[in-house]
């Protein structure tokens, strides 16, 4: 790649705006200012220029006789093969910057684009002879996953690749809204819900070929009550047992109706006993699970992923499922590329006009850190904020997938809300009673909510507030963090949101609040009906909202994405594609 660069360098420096394939006169000295090296060094490069056709080298006779160097590559055709070849390894980012750096005056940058337009998608790649052809799925991300570890899942796109890796005891199924067997394929409790027995299928086996058994279940399980994230699905677990090759016996020290769906949760996934003989940190390399897909390759730049032959609920259709992680400051409106992320992003909206529109189980909504000091810390200032950022006008104003405004984390019941208009008086009041000194907000937040972000901190600044923008790494010390709340599967999902030892409501809220949330997720759990637990659920919301430690902005689309030969497929709670439920349409 180096010598490649290297000619666009000195093509760049001495034929740009001259005619193709005519001799320039340079000196040696010339070229090594060029290249930033030795005129001993330039004259190496140049001889390996040579041997590869690229230029042709007259070196010049006698003093003050100029050498004449020969361009014989053009440089609009080469510039597009050296970063399709980037590309084609995974390193996008060096790809974007050789564009950057030298595709002035050229059509290399809307020919690359148009290259990755087609490179993405669904792909029927014929196989060597006597072999069959193989469908894959290749697709960009904006973000990689921050973790392939079950135990430390709190975000949606780590825990849907997780769930293309890994099995649980049992599933939750969205379409038939119930719990559905698993790696176990019978499960039971005793009468008060304090003593759940699972009972495990035979010849389910890890990508490696070991057969999972209870010691694999026992294994998972006494991790996950020591990993900080998600060892609330077993805060409650006194014993954890196995009666046999096949039976696992939990025991909990209070009744939970609902544990059997805490085992549909990804946090729950099993691992191989003892990372299958291999040390932690190497397993995560290449994690193994029983899952419909394995990890072929794990890298920065992208994930690779196989059929999982042997998977006990039949084989996935795909071949392999190609995940291009994109560079981490790449702004697809800044470079153009769209149409590229059509995979995932390309909804289909001409078919759904007039429609009412699927809304993302979850909301987008601003929390409070109300174990830091600050102007947060009086209620009065709270509410003022919660009225100042009216989410009818946030929607309004932005559109795009903001659809509904949000009273609480289900679209479903945001629905029946009416939102009343601000009323300046109000907020006038509350600012007042507030004795706010002017001192300045620090809201910490992703890249991806710039938008939402420039509209909190201008229509806070027409109250007098000022909001600092900070990073999203910043987030444990900051006054405030808006973030988007997912939930995959119901009330375990919203249990979560405020358990998850990595979440923001769990580290926001101070010791007094979240000491009364877990004592109504207790009531809930030992209640009988969904009903109950529902109520429960809504109380703790209404809470929240009412003294504005979070403040619920809006909910998002939630559409299935198109693409022209694909069948089977869209997009679970998550907003993600289960990979194993695709197939492909077109014939050969």
Same mark, same amino acid.
């Given at each position: 790649?180096?010598?490649?660069?290297?000619?666009?360098?000195?093509? #760049?420096?001495?034929?740009?705006?001259?005619? #193709? %394939?005519?001799?320039?006169?340079?000196?040696?000295?010339?070229?090594?200012?060029?290249?930033?090296?030795?005129?001993?060094? @330039?004259?190496?490069?140049?001889?390996?220029?040579?041997?590869?056709?690229?230029?042709?080298?007259?070196?010049?006779?006698?003093?003050?006789?100029?050498?004449?160097?020969? /361009?014989?590559?053009?440089?609009?055709?080469?510039?597009l093969n050296l970063v399709v070849e980037?590309?084609?390894?995974?390193?996008?980012?060096?790809?974007?910057?050789?564009?950057?750096?030298?595709?002035?005056?050229?059509?290399?940058?809307?020919?690359?684009?148009?290259?990755?337009?087609?490179?993405?998608?669904?792909?029927?790649?014929?196989?060597?002879?006597?072999?069959?052809?193989?469908? &894959?799925?290749?697709?960009?991300?904006?973000?990689?996953?921050?973790?392939?570890?079950?135990?430390?899942?709190?975000?949606?796109?780590? #825990?849907?690749?997780?769930?293309?890796?890994?099995?649980?005891?049992?599933?939750?199924? *969205?379409?038939?809204?119930?719990?559905?067997?698993?790696? @176990?394929?019978?499960?039971?409790?005793?009468?008060?819900?304090?003593?759940?027995?699972?009972?495990?299928?035979?010849?389910?086996?890890?990508?490696?070929?070991?057969?999972?058994?209870?010691?694999?279940?026992?294994?998972?399980? *006494?991790?996950?009550? &020591?990993?900080?994230?998600?060892?609330?699905?077993?805060?409650?677990?006194?014993?954890?047992?196995?009666? %046999?090759?096949?039976?696992?016996?939990?025991?909990?020290?209070?009744?939970? +109706?609902? /544990?059997?769906?805490?085992?549909?949760?990804?946090?729950?996934?099993?691992?191989?006993?003892?990372?299958?003989?291999? =040390?932690?940190?190497?397993?995560?390399?290449?994690?193994?699970?029983?899952?419909?897909?394995?990890?072929?390759?794990?890298?920065?730049?992208?994930?690779?992923?196989?059929?999982?032959?042997?998977?006990?609920?039949?084989?996935?259709?795909?071949?392999?499922?190609?995940?291009?992680i994109m560079p981490a400051d790449c702004?697809?409106?800044?470079?153009?590329?769209?149409?590229?992320?059509?995979?995932?992003?390309?909804?289909? +909206?001409?078919?759904?006009? %007039?429609?009412?529109?699927?809304?993302?189980?979850?909301?987008?909504?601003?929390?409070?850190?109300?174990?830091?000091?600050?102007?947060?810390?009086?209620?009065?200032?709270?509410?003022?904020?919660?009225?100042?950022?009216?989410?009818?006008?946030?929607?309004?104003?932005?559109?795009?997938?903001?659809?509904?405004?949000?009273?609480?984390?289900?679209?479903?019941?945001? $629905?029946?809300?009416?939102?009343?208009?601000?009323?300046?008086? +109000?907020?006038?009041?509350?600012?007042?009673?507030?004795?706010?000194?002017?001192?300045?907000?620090?809201?910490?937040?992703?890249?991806?909510?710039?938008?939402?972000?420039?509209?909190? +901190?201008?229509?806070?600044?027409?109250? %007098?507030?000022?909001?600092?923008?900070?990073?999203?790494?910043?987030?444990?010390?900051?006054?405030?963090?808006? #973030?988007?709340?997912?939930?995959?599967?119901?009330?375990?999902?919203?249990?979560?949101t405020y358990e998850n030892g990595i979440?923001?409501? $769990?580290?926001?809220?101070? =010791?007094?609040?979240?000491?009364?949330?877990?004592?109504?997720?207790?009531?809930?759990?030992?209640? *009988?009906?969904?009903?109950?637990?529902?109520?429960?659920?809504? =109380?703790?919301?209404?809470? !929240?909202?009412? *003294?504005?430690?979070?403040?619920?902005?809006?909910?998002?689309? !939630?559409?299935?994405? !198109?693409?022209?030969?694909?069948?089977?497929?869209?997009?679970?709670?998550?907003?993600?594609?289960?990979?194993?439920?695709?197939?492909?349409?077109?014939?050969?």
């Amino acid at each position: 790649m180096q010598i490649k660069e290297q000619y666009l360098m000195l093509h #760049s420096r001495f034929s740009d705006g001259k005619q #193709s %394939g005519m001799p320039i006169e340079v000196t040696l000295e010339d070229l090594a200012q060029a290249l930033y090296c030795t005129v001993r060094n @330039a004259k190496l490069i140049l001889r390996k220029l040579v041997d590869e056709g690229w230029v042709q080298w007259l070196p010049g006779r006698g003093r003050g006789n100029y050498s004449r160097i020969t /361009f014989l590559a053009g440089k609009e055709e080469f510039l597009l093969n050296l970063v399709v070849e980037l590309a084609k390894s995974g390193d996008y980012r060096q790809a974007f910057q050789t564009l950057g750096a030298y595709g002035s005056g050229t059509q290399a940058k809307e020919q690359f684009l148009d290259w990755l337009n087609g490179h993405f998608g669904y792909k029927k790649e014929e196989g060597a002879e006597g072999s069959h052809a193989t469908d &894959n799925l290749i697709f960009p991300v904006l973000y990689p996953p921050r973790t392939l570890d079950p135990a430390a899942a709190s975000f949606a796109f780590d #825990s849907h690749l997780q769930r293309q890796i890994f099995d649980r005891l049992l599933a939750f199924d *969205e379409r038939l809204g119930r719990i559905v067997p698993g790696v @176990a394929h019978h499960w039971e409790a005793n009468r008060d819900a304090t003593e759940w027995t699972f009972y495990l299928r035979k010849g389910i086996r890890f990508h490696h070929g070991q057969e999972l058994t209870s010691a694999d279940v026992l294994f998972s399980f *006494e991790r996950l009550r &020591n990993h900080a994230e998600n060892k609330w699905l077993l805060r409650e677990a006194e014993t954890i047992e196995a009666l %046999g090759p096949r039976v696992v016996r939990i025991r909990l020290r209070k009744p939970n +109706r609902i /544990f059997d769906r805490f085992m549909c949760s990804v946090g729950a996934s099993i691992l191989p006993a003892d990372f299958a003989g291999q =040390e932690e940190g190497s397993f995560w390399n290449l994690p193994l699970g029983t899952g419909p897909f394995r990890v072929v390759s794990f890298s920065k730049h992208r994930i690779e992923l196989a059929a999982h032959s042997q998977y006990y609920q039949g084989r996935p259709y795909l071949d392999g499922v190609d995940i291009v992680i994109m560079p981490a400051d790449c702004d697809p409106e800044a470079i153009g590329f769209t149409k590229v992320l059509q995979t995932i992003d390309r909804y289909r +909206r001409e078919d759904r006009k %007039g429609t009412v529109p699927d809304l993302r189980q979850g909301c987008t909504m601003l929390c409070w850190n109300m174990k830091r000091e600050g102007p947060q810390q009086s209620e009065a200032f709270r509410r003022a904020v919660k009225m100042i950022l009216h989410p009818g006008e946030m929607i309004e104003e932005l559109g795009g997938p903001r659809i509904l405004p949000a009273f609480g984390f289900r679209p479903d019941e945001s $629905r029946s809300r009416v939102i009343e208009p601000i009323r300046p008086e +109000r907020v006038k009041a509350a600012l007042k009673e507030s004795r706010y000194d002017g001192r300045p907000i620090r809201l910490s937040v992703y890249d991806k909510y710039a938008e939402d972000t420039a509209w909190i +901190r201008k229509r806070l600044s027409e109250w %007098g507030i000022r909001v600092e923008i900070e990073t999203s790494e910043t987030w444990k010390e900051a006054d405030c963090t808006l #973030s988007s709340i997912v939930l995959a599967e119901d009330e375990v999902c919203e249990i979560e949101t405020y358990e998850n030892g990595i979440n923001g409501l $769990r580290l926001y809220l101070d =010791e007094e609040r979240m000491s009364w949330i877990k004592t109504r997720i207790d009531d809930a759990l030992e209640a *009988e009906s969904g009903e109950t637990r529902r109520v429960t659920f809504r =109380e703790i919301e209404e809470y !929240l909202r009412d *003294e504005a430690s979070v403040i619920f902005l809006h909910h998002r689309q !939630l559409d299935d994405f !198109l693409h022209p030969f694909v069948r089977g497929m869209s997009l679970n709670p998550l907003g993600w594609v289960d990979f194993k439920d695709i197939w492909l349409e077109k014939h050969d």
